[in-house]
């Protein structure tokens, strides 16, 4: 049974660039959330998606978007990329519903904007 | 929102007991307290979660007090598998598709 699947693993960019960032969720599973994890610091929420939808959104610029397929899987644009959004990106993957214990994350895309 | 906090660091040796603590003074009566924890290389996972009796799983031991002002996780046996940073993070229910949030965490080094 596949967990979840996160593509790249590591990416490198230049600043003003755009970069797309791609989660695949772990079967059964229908909401995807996103992380970004700073250096030495916890992770932080980006945002929430169920049903194609966004449904809660973090203290993160309208610069960070994303969007969720048919088939569950989902995507996190950036744009305009700043040296501070140098981080590794976190998806996590639950069933709709279930609640803080049912997560279940990726190992992360390691995105690094020179 | 009700704050947890963590040390930042902790050590142990191989094969002994790890009691790894959590202060959350403004917990509600209704907020759990959940466990999660990240390996080196790796996202977070589930460890344990608890609302006021003592829970036990296959990985770890979770001790709340009585005043659920502070909780403790017990690794019973670390292996140096455990090294890991450990999240103890509170939520307002166990059910919905409540954020997670995350501090910095205790940073458990085991010492062979």
């Known amino acids: 049974d596949a967990g979840v699947t996160q593509s790249p693993t590591h990416l490198i960019k230049t600043r003003g660039q755009q970069v797309t960032l791609r989660c695949s969720p772990k079967s059964g599973h229908d909401t995807v959330s996103w992380y970004q994890q700073a250096l030495g610091q916890g992770p932080q929420f980006i945002f929430q998606?169920?049903?194609?939808?966004?449904?809660q959104r973090g203290n993160f610029p309208d610069r960070f978007s994303g969007h969720q397929f048919p088939n569950y899987s989902s995507e996190l644009n950036v744009n305009a990329l700043l040296l501070g959004d140098s981080a590794l990106y976190l998806c996590a993957s639950s069933l709709f519903g279930r609640g803080v214990s049912g997560y279940t994350f990726g190992s992360g895309t390691r995105l690094t904007v020179v | 929102d009700a704050k947890t906090t963590q040390p930042n660091s902790m050590e142990s040796n191989e094969e002994e007991p790890v009691h790894l603590p959590c202060n959350h003074s403004?917990?509600?009566?209704?907020?759990?307290i959940h466990w999660y924890r990240q390996l080196p290389s790796q996202g977070p996972e589930y460890v344990i979660h608890g609302l006021t009796s003592n829970v036990n799983n296959r990985m770890a031991s979770l001790a709340i007090a009585e005043d659920r002002k502070s909780s403790t996780l017990i690794l019973h046996r670390a292996t140096l598998r455990d090294a890991a940073v450990y999240y103890c993070i509170l939520s307002l229910s166990n059910f919905g598709n409540e954020k997670l949030t995350f501090g910095t965490g205790t940073r458990l080094t085991i010492i062979p």
């Open positions: 403004t917990i509600s009566g209704t907020d759990y």
């Open positions: 998606y169920y049903e194609e939808e966004e449904r």
